[in-house]
């Protein structure tokens, strides 16, 4: 019992470290056509199924604190326009959103692995996660930070709707999301492993 709970806050742990550095990575890399894709929601979605619900919100939160961060210090030229606008609601946008994604992507897997094969639970947990991290996101702007996305869109003639669909949606979501769907049998083939060691 108690090794079980060691392995278990050290795969967390591990998980965190990881999503540490894949998003200061991320970060790190210039954007294309003004875009950045995050990689980090791999390892929030694998730690949800393997750890649960609790332990995807807290790798979500993990992956929030780290976009704060860049946010406040300029690393994230965009999120710095939020944090500017209203440094509040950037925290609670930015962690809402990653905890909200490990969170629901963890609550998918444990609701369906029961009934569906380990690799259709995982795909659905892989699909899930972008889709609440962006559609948070995208909410969250639309309410409270319209000015930031104007200003955003500025470079599609101003027009905030094309900007969300062309820009965050088709430019940022869908290679997340194709990302996370490609992993899925990665990762649930990474669960099947550690488990077996058990």
């Known amino acids: 019992m108690k090794n079980a709970k060691i392995a278990r806050m050290t795969g967390i742990a591990l998980l965190m470290a990881l999503v540490v550095v894949m998003q200061s990575i991320s970060a790190a ?29 807290l790798l979500g939160a993990t992956f929030g604190a780290v976009v704060f961060i860049n946010c406040v210090t300029g690393a994230d030229a965009g999120g710095q326009m ?3 606008a209203n440094p509040v609601l950037c925290f609670l946008v930015v962690m809402g959103k990653g905890t909200l994604a490990g969170l629901a992507s963890g609550l998918v897997y444990k609701v ?83 488990q077996k060691k058990k």
């Open 29 to 57: 890399i210039p954007p294309v056509s003004g875009f950045t894709i995050s990689l980090v929601l791999i390892p929030i979605v694998l730690g949800a199924a393997m750890f649960g619900p609790g332990a995807g919100a």
């Open 82 to 84: 939020v944090f500017q």
């Open 112 to 194: 369906l692995k029961g009934k569906l094969s380990g690799y259709v639970s995982m795909l659905c947990a892989a699909a899930v996660c972008p889709i609440v991290n962006t559609g948070t996101f995208v909410l969250c702007m639309l309410t409270f930070f319209k000015d930031v996305l104007s200003v955003w869109a500025g470079s599609m003639g101003g027009d905030i709707l094309a900007y969300v669909f062309s820009g965050l949606l088709l430019m940022n979501f869908v290679p997340e999301l194709i990302i996370n769907i490609l992993f899925s049998p990665a990762g649930q083939r990474i669960m099947q492993a550690v």
